[in-house]
């Protein structure tokens, strides 16, 4: 089985300032893929970064970095220089290689960037 | 590329009828469509895997004959609420697996249901 946990319901940030929301994983599964998505109060889910279990460096994509920590089972993502449009839903996910194609989520963060 | 179209957007039911939910893959061949639904300030439960030309794979709890899933072609999956009833109102999303630059996955714009 396999199990995404994002402890912030609810997180703030200034604009211009990073922010961190944390994602932590379980699977017994020996490789697996990491997404990090975000949804806008429109409802579409948009496709931030992608992490593999193999790979050898953290991914980055713009402004968006993901801190993996395969020890630690995390995979916090970072955004930098936060603006006003991050204001968003923000869900962690994870593909086992036993789950076939599933998408396992986690709860989901909501941030805030104030002006 | 790899764009799922999800049809309608929103609508609006009276309770006891049935809506049916389109999404078809606009670039790609869909073989396996995911149906998920999302209730406000909550995540993403899977409900059904569909694959074309079989019956879909229908998540624990979830009524099948209620929530009805026909894959019929490569590019539309369809998502048919049956007698539909007001704690059937959510918002439900598509989404396909693909491959484009890496691997990953696409979603519809989902489709917001109000059973009154």
């Known amino acids: 089985a396999q199990k995404i946990t994002q402890t912030q319901p609810g997180m703030f940030v200034q604009e211009k300032e990073a922010v961190t929301l944390d994602c932590t994983y379980d699977?017994?599964?020996?490789?697996?893929?990491l997404f990090w998505y975000k949804q806008p109060s429109s409802g579409e889910m948009i496709f931030l970064i992608y992490?593999?279990?193999?790979?050898?460096q953290n991914a980055t994509e713009g402004r968006y970095s993901l801190n993996f920590q395969k020890a630690r089972k995390s995979a916090n993502l970072v955004i930098s220089a936060s603006q006003l449009g991050d204001s968003a839903m923000y869900f962690c996910?994870?593909?086992?290689?036993?789950?076939?194609?599933?998408?396992?989520f986690g709860e989901g963060t909501q941030l805030t960037v104030n002006p | 590329g790899a764009v799922v179209s999800q049809h309608p957007s929103w609508v609006i039911c009276k309770s006891g009828t049935s809506v049916k939910i389109e999404c078809r893959s606009l670039?790609?061949?869909?073989?396996?469509m995911f149906w998920y639904r999302q209730f406000p300030k909550q995540s993403l439960m899977l409900m059904a895997t569909?694959?074309?030309?079989?019956?879909?794979?229908?998540e624990q709890g979830v009524e099948k004959d209620k929530f009805l899933i026909n894959h019929a072609s490569l590019t539309l999956s369809t998502l048919t609420v049956t007698s539909a009833h007001p704690e059937d109102s959510s918002f439900y999303i598509c989404?396909?697996?693909?491959?484009?630059?890496?691997?990953?996955?696409?979603f519809g714009s989902g489709t917001r249901l109000t059973v009154v």
């Open positions: 670039d790609f061949q869909a073989t396996t």
């Open positions: 996910a994870m593909r086992g290689e036993t789950s076939g194609s599933r998408l396992t």
């Open positions: 992490q593999g279990s193999y790979d050898q």
């Open positions: 569909s694959n074309e030309g079989s019956k879909a794979t229908y």
């Open positions: 989404s396909a697996r693909v491959w484009v630059e890496r691997d990953g996955y696409t």
């Open positions: 699977t017994s599964d020996p490789s697996y893929g």
